[in-house]
């Protein structure tokens, strides 16, 4: 246990995007306890929530008093965790990628950053089901409702950079009453 927290310490403070700010238990509207490690990001909704490579659920502490999206948040990174080895598939990848980028041509590299791509959508959307099985599609749509507003640089270019990693929104709808009727 103490090595996992200072393991997760030592993530916090390499990230440098937040500070660790309480370590508690807490249960989600399905009745599931879950240790989860409370930050206080630098910029408030930069990040709102993070699984470590070891299986550990970081939150923001900003979402704690909203209580439908701190439980969402939760169970979506309670997936990630229940599936740690996502992590290790992830930099296999990268360590590929980099060989090839350093030894190789580029092709092997531009396809298995393709499939890097496709594995982190697969992971992101299989967090947020496992999510919406538990609080509905409703509450889905409608927290996910909240991140919406006007377009400005800062948002175009988080919303860039979040298509590569995390599938949109309106996708995981589509996906989702596909494949749970």
Partial sequence: MRIRFNLTKTFIRVM??????????FATSDGSMHQIYLFHP??????????????????????????????FVVLHES?????????YIALFIIGIVWF?????????????????????WYSEYDADAFAINKIGL??????????DGPLTLRRIVFYAWSSLTHPPNSFVVWLFRLTHH
């Avoid at 440098?16 to 508690?24: G, H, I, N, P």
């Avoid at 090839?100 to 982190?120: D, H, K, M, Y």
């Fill in 16 to 25: 440098r995007v937040a500070k660790l700010t309480a370590v508690e238990n």
């Fill in 42 to 71: 630098k910029k408030q909704g930069s990040v709102l929530g993070q699984t470590t490579p070891w299986g550990t659920m970081l939150i923001s502490d900003y979402i704690v008093p909203d209580k439908n999206l701190f439980n």
């Fill in 79 to 87: 997936r990630h965790a229940s599936r740690w080895f996502h992590w």
């Fill in 100 to 120: 090839n980028s350093i030894w190789g041509s580029g092709i092997p590299s531009l396809i298995l950053l393709f499939v890097l791509v496709v594995l982190s």
């Fill in 138 to 147: 409703a509450e889905f749509k409608r927290i996910m409702g909240r991140f």
